[in-house]
């Protein structure tokens, strides 16, 4: 282990987050009544210009009149090159009350952005008293963001977790998609033509696969959760697991639902099966007898249980226990 220790940010459940766009008031009780775990209330992207100021309204008072019960609540700003930022940390703290949690900030791309927010939300929390402290969500969505992703996670320490948002990070780089979050077909391995000749097979790639997975070491590597970003298609219910299941196998820990139909999936694809959280259980019950016995090493059928086995079974453990407690 390294002398340095990886604090972890503040643990909550996020294995689905639903946008849902500031200009749509209608959605805000559904969301609240929904089974998603982290709703996020967007001012940017989905909100037209001329809709900015009425949408910022809308969320405000969002935040002081739905009940929200135990859900975590965020609210996505706009960009640090807009105009209406500033303005929408301000009054969303000033004038929110205490319900929000999270405020999210999309196209991130230098530490220094994380730096100057952290000084506008800690002057508006001082002059507000406020005791709570606002976390942040950081979408890596540009190849700035991306080039400069372990200093943005590292960058502030009200940081909760780094988010892929394909679609933007796709215009960014001008990487050619067909779809929103899913994969590409020109990404693709041909088989070599096999010996003696026949038809050579085309294996479909997964062109998401580095970005995911350098966001996971970065996050990670900080304490902070990795969510997947978008699936546009929302009626592919398959495409969106088959997506979700790449992103938790390379350790992500949640994935957003554009719509409401994805928050059931994604709670399915991040919530660990109850036979692995049984294991895990009994991992940790082996090691406890053990300790008790005055023994360093356990055995479970059959097999040695190490340190890291037990690392593995407490944060899966962990991980349930917060879902049973969610309701
Ligand atoms: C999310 O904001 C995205 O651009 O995918
Ligand atoms: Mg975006």
């Known amino acids: 282990m390294s002398f340095t220790i990886v604090e972890q940010a503040t643990p909550r459940l996020n294995r689905s987050e639903l946008a849902v766009p500031g200009s749509s008031p209608q959605m805000f009780e559904k969301a609240a009544a929904s089974a998603v775990d982290i709703v996020f209330l967007?001012?940017?992207d989905a909100v037209a210009p001329d809709q900015k100021e009425q949408a910022r309204k809308n969320v405000v008072q969002a935040l002081n009149e739905v009940d929200w019960g135990t859900k975590t609540v965020?609210?996505?700003v706009n960009?640090?090159?807009t105009h209406y930022m500033y303005r929408d940390v301000v009054d969303v703290i000033e004038q929110g009350g205490d319900r929000l949690d999270l405020i999210m900030f999309p196209k991130v791309g230098t530490a220094a952005d994380v730096y100057a927010v952290d000084m506008l939300v800690t002057q508006v929390e001082d002059a507000m008293g406020r005791t709570k402290r606002v976390g942040f969500?950081?979408?890596i969505e540009t190849a700035l963001g991306m080039a400069n992703i372990d200093e943005i996670a590292r960058?502030?320490?009200?940081?909760?977790?780094?988010?892929?948002?394909v679609a933007d990070y796709a215009a960014s780089t001008r990487a050619r998609t067909t779809q929103i979050g899913g994969p590409n077909?020109?990404?693709?391995v041909l088989t070599d033509v096999p010996e003696g000749g026949g038809d050579r097979d085309y294996h479909w790639g997964d062109m998401w696969h580095y970005a995911i997975a350098r966001m996971v070491v970065a996050a990670r590597a900080a304490g902070l959760r990795?969510?997947?970003g978008p699936f546009g298609d929302f009626k592919d219910a398959d495409g969106y697991m088959a997506q979700g299941r790449r992103a938790a196998v390379l350790g992500c820990e949640?994935?957003?639902a554009i719509h409401p139909s994805q928050i059931a999936l994604a709670n399915e694809l991040f919530t660990p099966p109850a036979k692995e959280v049984d294991k895990a259980r009994r991992v940790l019950a082996a090691m406890e007898q053990a300790r008790q016995e005055g023994k360093g090493a356990a055995s479970l059928d059959g097999r040695l249980i190490d340190i890291a086995s037990i690392r593995q079974a407490e944060a899966l453990v962990a991980k349930a226990d917060q879902i049973t407690a969610a309701g």
């Open 42 to 44: 967007d001012l940017e």
């Open 74 to 76: 965020s609210v996505r």
């Open 79 to 81: 960009g640090l090159d």
């Open 137 to 139: 969500e950081h979408i």
């Open 155 to 165: 960058a502030s320490r009200r940081n909760e977790s780094l988010h892929f948002g």
């Open 185 to 188: 077909p020109d990404y693709g």
């Open 226 to 228: 990795p969510i997947d």
């Open 254 to 256: 949640g994935k957003w």
